[in-house]
Every structure is written in structure tokens, then in C-alpha cells.
């Protein structure tokens, strides 16, 4: 039995996606720049995924900007504010526990001349609302915040700080990373006072390379990438038709069934979590109980989170040490930043869920997990 435990590093795609995909290859693979017929079809094709996915967000279809995943979105989210409002400010407000594509990025901009202030994290993983009101200066132009914390599943306060965002006299445009809550959180961008949102086809059951960015029609947005002019001037190149139209698919899907899903994986996740503590002892759990419903972080103390994910490995059980983006590094910024010990960070492994696990497939994976664990212990207690 293959059980895949890794899903907020990638889903596999449903069946409908991947037959859409094929059939965008083979049937309607036209340029949709091409004033012929086959490159028009495309075109509406095209047209009407974008409105769907603007329906399922509460948005406005000119709105939805398509991209190759969820690096490309934070990219032009966070460049594309700094360098179109730079005159009027270059001050900055993110997280120290954003996705590399962000903290990355916003390092870039710090080389470049903009402030940047990292709000801190408790050991929820969840930021403090009054130290991003009182880091708010005058030249203050974007507040950058992750919906849901990739490694730890913790939620942030985002439609607190849209309502706050919206009563201040000088514009503040918010951006949201919405690649771990979109399919996870039932919640509606106009709501929320959010003015970019960025998503990630792999991450709903979608192909991969492609994504979408959702800004706002008064957004001043300067664009990343310049050519002939697609995505209404603010993301040129040739589309990536297969990708959209599976994306259209994993976006259809996860919209039709979201309530069920989202219950699913949250009953999955307290079986998870109550497998494991019932049977593994000396653990931390690092995710916060009001969590995200797909994501658990847990320390093995004693063990290595690395050396342990391989053992698992062995019984064809698939789980994952941190972000997928950046589990080669030493330590992770997240649980570092939450104040986790060298050692607690050292065990530490992340289980996310799908609505494609089963309940089977957990108690199998505890019981290995159980195994694999006194293996370790036992090991690195003889050095």
C-alpha cells in the first residue's frame, strides 16, 4: 500500500484534470492569439475558465491573471506593488514565516532600497495583530501575509487586517498567499478586503506550472513580465492552455465538493492526531489545534526528522520535513521562528492530508510510523 501523506507539497491530480489536460493537447491546442477560428475557440474557451474561477472567489473576471504556479503569483504580487508605488512609498510589512518565494523576494527588495519589517510569530505560529497596527508607517505601501503557514497549517488573522487596512486614510494594498488555503478554507477575497491573492494549481489536484494571481481592478500593479500583451498587459506570453484548463478542472471540483472536503480532511487529521499521540510518546505537536484542516507538524524528539521520513520511505509512506521548497536547508525559519528547540526542530515531520487519504491509510502509516520511530530512538541512543 502506497500511502501519500506529502499533499501541501503536491496533489495528485484528479482523472477529470488529467483528461482535460489531454484533450486541450490534442484537440483544442491552438495559439488563442490566432485570429483564426481554431485560435478564437481557444480563446472563449479561455474566457469562460477565467469567469469560473472568478465566480467560485466572488470576483470579477478581468481580475483573475493566469501564471505558471504559486512562486510566479508572489512574485508578481510583491514586485509589481513595490515597483508601481515606490515613489509614494518603500516600506513593507510581511511575516518571518512566509513561503521562500516570498522571503526571498522581499530580500531582493531590501537589496534594492525597501524596508521591510518581519513581524514575529508566537508558538502558534500566528502573527501578533498589534504589532503589524503599530509597524504601519506613513509610507507604508503593502502588507504581504500568508493565509495558511505551509509547515505548520496555522491561520493568520487576514480578514482582521483587511478590515483594518480598509478604515486607514492612506491606501495599503493587502496580498494574500492563498496557495495552502485555497480548497482548505471556505472564504470569499471580496469579503476579506484583499487586493492580490495568489493560488497554485498543484496544490487543489491541479497540473503543475500553472496558477493564478487575483487582483483587483484598481490595484496599481506594475507587471513582471512584458511581451505581447496577454492577461489584460499584466502577464505576457503565450498562455499555457492545457495547464488552464486543467486548473479549470481542480478549481471546479475543489469548489463543488469544498465543505465535504474540507470536513473530510479535518476528521482525518484528528484521527492522525489521535493515533499519534496514543501511540508514539515523547512528541511535541507543533501545529496549533485550531489549525488548517490538512496540516500536521509533529516533533519526534530523539529522532531526525530526515533519517525518519527515509525509514518511512521504506513502507512506501510519503511525508515531508518541512516545505517542500525548502527542506534541503538545515532548519526551518518556521519553527525556528516559533521558538522550537534544536532538537524539536531536528524531529520534526509535516503530515498533510487530502481528500484522497483514507482512514485505513492513516492507522497503517501510525502503525509503521510507531515502528520506524524506536528504531531511530534506539539507534542514536547507543552513539
Known amino acids: 500500500m502506497e500511502i501519500y501523506l506529502d499533499n501541501s507539497a503536491t496533489t495528485k491530480p484528479y482523472d477529470e484534470v488529467v483528461e482535460k489536460i489531454v484533450y486541450a493537447l490534442t484537440k483544442e491546442y491552438a495559439n488563442p492569439s490566432s485570429i483564426h477560428r481554431k485560435g478564437v475557440i ?51 510589512i510581511t511575516t518571518q514565516i512566509e513561503h521562500p518565494s516570498s522571503l526571498n523576494t522581499f530580500k531582493d527588495l531590501e537589496n534594492e532600497g525597501f524596508e521591510i519589517t518581519y513581524l514575529d510569530a508566537d508558538k502558534k505560529g500566528v502573527i501578533d495583530f498589534e504589532q503589524l497596527k503599530n509597524s504601519i508607517k506613513e509610507n507604508t505601501i503593502l502588507i504581504s501575509v500568508m493565509h495558511v503557514n505551509n509547515e505548520v497549517g496555522s491561520i493568520q488573522p487576514i480578514d482582521k487586517i483587511g478590515r483594518y ?60 513580465l512584458t511581451g505581447g500583451g496577454q492577461e489584460y498587459d499584466l502577464r505576457s506570453g503565450t498562455e499555457n492552455v492545457p495547464g488552464i484548463f486543467g486548473l479549470s478542472e481542480a478549481v471546479r471540483i475543489t469548489t463543488l465538493n469544498l465543505e465535504n472536503n474540507i470536513q473530510k480532511m479535518k476528521s482525518l487529521r484528528k484521527l492522525l492526531l489521535d493515533e499519534i499521540t496514543s501511540n508514539i510518546d515523547n512528541i511535541k505537536i507543533n501545529s496549533p489545534e485550531d ?20 525509514y518511512l520511505e521504506e513502507d ?34 509535516r503530515f498533510s492530508l487530502s481528500c484522497m487519504n483514507t482512514e485505513e491509510e492513516i492507522k497503517v502509516a501510525v502503525q509503521k510510523l510507531k515502528i520506524r520511530v524506536e528504531e531511530i530512538r534506539k539507534i542514536i541512543s547507543k552513539r
Open 165 to 224: 487596512l480598509k478604515n486607514l486614510k492612506n491606501k495599503i494594498y493587502f496580498h494574500v498567499d492563498a496557495i495552502q488555503s485555497f480548497g482548505k478554507i471556505d472564504f470569499k477575497v471580496s469579503k476579506y478586503n484583499i487586493d492580490l491573492l495568489s493560488v497554485s494549481g498543484h496544490k487543489i489536484h491541479g497540473p503543475k506550472g500553472i496558477g493564478f494571481i487575483y487582483i483587483n481592478e484598481k490595484t496599481k500593479i506594475k507587471p513582471i
Open 316 to 349: 512506501n509512506i510519503y511525508v515531508s520535513t518541512g516545505s517542500a521548497c525548502s527542506s534541503k536547508k538545515k532548519a526551518s525559519h518556521v519553527l525556528t521562528a516559533m521558538g522550537l528547540s534544536k532538537d524539536e526542530i531536528e524531529g520534526a515531520i
Open 291 to 310: 489549525g488548517v484542516c490538512h496540516i500536521l507538524n509533529v516533533s519526534f524528539i530523539g529522532t531526525k526528522g530526515e533519517i525518519l521520513l527515509h
Open 42 to 92: 481557444v480563446e472563449k474557451q479561455i474566457k469562460n475558465i477565467r469567469k469560473d474561477i472568478a465566480k467560485a472567489l466572488g470576483v470579477k473576471e478581468k481580475e483573475i491573471i493566469f501564471t505558471s504556479g504559486g512562486t510566479e503569483a508572489n512574485n508578481m504580487a510583491i514586485r509589481g506593488i513595490a515597483y508601481a508605488n515606490k515613489k509614494r512609498g518603500n516600506h513593507i
